[in-house]
């Protein structure tokens, strides 16, 4: 089909199968959110087949308005937004939008497109540049605040910073800070997590769920409900699992949010460890094909993207496991492909597009 990279789809064709029957088993008393799962899925499919068709000369060419319209409409919800549970993350434009899932895309496009206009000269003047541009909407977005889009958009602009050839003498001070501040605060989680302390740099919902994670029966029945089913359903499914529509977690209705950032506990209680594998070995799939489109691109901004793109994955796969299976905050980060969510699914739909296309234009340099 054209524009279509063969391996990508059949990485893609099989994540989405996946996602559909354990969405059948846990949105069971959902009404019609196993339809509407599908539907997002053909909506995703369509955005993708469309995507894959323009030029990655032409998808530069997006960059510079995405990301600004992107950054204006974060400051439009700031000031005029909608709040819900505590959050201003919504726009009512005659529909309700989320601004900040347009920077998932954004982001990377416009970095991409600066280093390839610095390409042959870049400086270190030229990182910073991309620095800012990155911290602008993660602030806006923290502000919100919405800690898992914003590691999202944070982890993309990093991936195109690291790509573009930034030194590991300025990566590893940052990267060895970061270890040793979440050993102090695992070696001092009593004091740090006792009542009335407060953490300056974060909000109190995201200080209370590094404590939950660090310690879940802290409150069993409250914030570290969440963490204590995942981590029974996980665990509960064994090697082989307990069967298509037989798990008691998930249909009786101990998972928290079965359908969106915690099915990953309800496809291992009833899929097992074997299940779990074969589902990580179609992420790795499809993140060794993203990483081999990259490799291969004809252009830097090409290659930044789509390295960028495919890091993307990697971050929604590992950070929704790891949450789910108590080793990271509860963030609110989807599994791609699997998770219940349109908004998401359009985003994974325009990435995978974006591959498709960089693959194709490879393909089109050879010949």
């Known amino acids: 089909m054209s524009g279509f990279d063969g391996p990508l789809a059949f990485a893609v064709f099989l994540l989405a199968s996946a996602g559909l029957l354990i969405m059948y088993s846990s949105g069971f008393d959902h009404g019609s959110r196993f ?71 954004a ?39 919405d800690l898992g889009t914003a590691l999202l958009v944070l982890a993309a602009g990093l991936a195109v910073i690291f790509f573009a050839g930034l030194s590991w003498k300025l990566i590893v001070p940052p990267v060895v800070l970061g270890l040793v501040g979440v050993l102090l605060v695992v070696w001092f989680e009593p004091a740090l997590c006792a009542d ?67 099915i990953f506990a309800a496809f291992s209680e009833e899929f097992g460890l074997a299940g779990n594998l074969l589902l990580i070995a179609g992420f790795l799939f499809l993140i060794l094909r993203g990483m081999v489109i990259a490799m291969e691109a004809p252009t830097l901004f090409s290659r930044l993207l789509a390295g960028a793109v495919t890091m993307i994955f990697f971050t929604y796969a590992f950070v929704n496991m790891g949450m789910v299976s108590g080793i990271l905050p509860v963030v609110g980060v989807p599994l791609p492909f699997i998770s219940y969510g349109g908004t998401a699914m359009v985003t994974l739909g325009l990435a995978v597009g974006m591959l498709m296309s960089i693959a194709k234009a490879k393909r089109l340099v050879q010949t």
Not at 110 to 116: C, E
Not at 215 to 226: E, M, N, T, V, Y
């Open 35 to 105: 339809v509407d799962h599908g539907r997002n899925m053909l909506l995703a499919g369509f955005i993708m087949f469309v995507v894959a068709q323009i030029p990655p000369q032409r998808l530069m060419t997006l960059a510079v308005p995405l990301y600004v319209f992107g950054v204006a409409l974060l400051v439009a919800a700031a000031i005029f937004g909608i709040t819900k549970k505590g959050a201003r993350r919504w726009l009512n434009v005659g529909i309700v939008i989320q601004p900040s899932e347009i920077l998932k895309i």
């Open 196 to 262: 009335g302390v407060r953490w300056p740099i974060l909000h109190d919902y995201q200080q209370q769920r590094i404590c939950t994670l660090l310690d879940p029966s802290r409150d069993p029945l409250g914030k570290g409900f969440h963490i204590i089913q995942g981590m029974i359903a996980i665990g509960s499914g064994g090697l082989f699992g307990k069967g298509f529509m037989a798990g008691t977690q998930t249909h009786l209705e101990f998972i928290p949010e079965r359908t969106t950032d915690f």
């Open 107 to 145: 982001m990377p496009l416009m970095l991409a497109w600066w280093f390839q206009k610095r390409e042959g000269q870049l400086r270190r003047l030229d990182y910073i540049v991309a620095a800012l541009l990155l911290a602008v909407p993660v602030a806006l977005i923290m502000k919100q605040p």
